[in-house]
């Protein structure tokens, strides 16, 4: 079976009841599985029910944009991806191994539908105002730019200087969402949708174990804004 054959299946086959199985086909040492499991239903809402992108369209020019910035822990990333069809199913029990392109880090050179390499703290939401700042200046303004954070990577300042930028810049294709873990290490007044609001962008707090309010969150209207979706998950040490 070719990977576009086995593309295909995956595409047909599985859903969002399929993911644990998926998931528990990667084993091994550095799976972090709190980290990828914090994120599996914000995964699967985006790509099931919001994203424009899919396998046939992952090198269009006019596709939205995913990025994961919390690239630590990437389980539930490589199976919702296997689940929508952009790599094979095969390739997951050999995560993390020395010849598998599934890393304990994504590397986009390597994972199909990868947008960047990611894993360390604090560059996905500079490189997702980069890349909307990009689309606008090509003219390219359907495209949705969505990053995927950890509210402990709200500890970096890099992200603080992309959301004070991207406010006042208008940058109202720019989406990004916080799963917050509790794992952060500093508090923040008012939580963490206030530190958005207070740059100028749209934002929502969600119970990220929720589709429904999730993808109400998601497509929720936000004109000349950043959007900004806090999906609330159980603690890390739960």
Do not use: C
Request: charged share 20%; proline share 8%; no cysteine.
């Amino acid at each position: 079976m070719t990977i576009t054959e086995q593309r295909a299946q995956s595409a047909q086959t599985y859903g969002y009841a399929d993911l644990p199985g998926l998931m528990g086909l990667m084993t091994g040492d550095e799976k972090h599985g709190p980290a990828a499991t914090s994120t599996l239903d914000v995964l699967w809402v985006l790509y099931d029910r919001v994203l424009r992108v899919g396998p046939e369209s992952a090198d269009d020019p006019g596709r939205d944009r995913f990025l994961l910035s919390k690239g630590h822990g990437p389980m539930a990333y490589y199976a919702v991806l296997a689940a929508k069809g952009f790599l094979p199913v095969d390739w997951l029990p050999g995560f993390g191994s020395y010849d598998s392109p599934l890393g304990h880090h994504p590397d986009r050179t390597l994972v199909p539908g990868a947008e960047i390499g990611s894993g360390s703290l604090g560059h996905g939401l500079p490189i997702a105002v980069g890349t909307a700042l990009g689309l606008r200046a090509q003219g390219l303004h359907d495209p949705a730019v969505w990053t995927l954070i950890g509210d402990a990577e709200l500890d970096e300042g890099s992200n603080h200087e992309a959301i004070a930028f991207a406010g006042p810049a208008g940058l109202d294709r720019l989406h990004t969402v916080v799963v917050d873990n509790s794992s952060a290490s500093y508090a923040r007044p008012g939580g963490i949708a206030a530190r958005f609001e207070a740059a100028g962008w749209s934002a929502r707090t969600v119970d990220g174990r929720d589709h429904e309010a999730l993808y109400a969150a998601f497509t929720a209207p936000h004109p000349g804004r950043p959007h900004v979706v806090v999906a609330r998950v159980e603690p890390k040490n739960a």
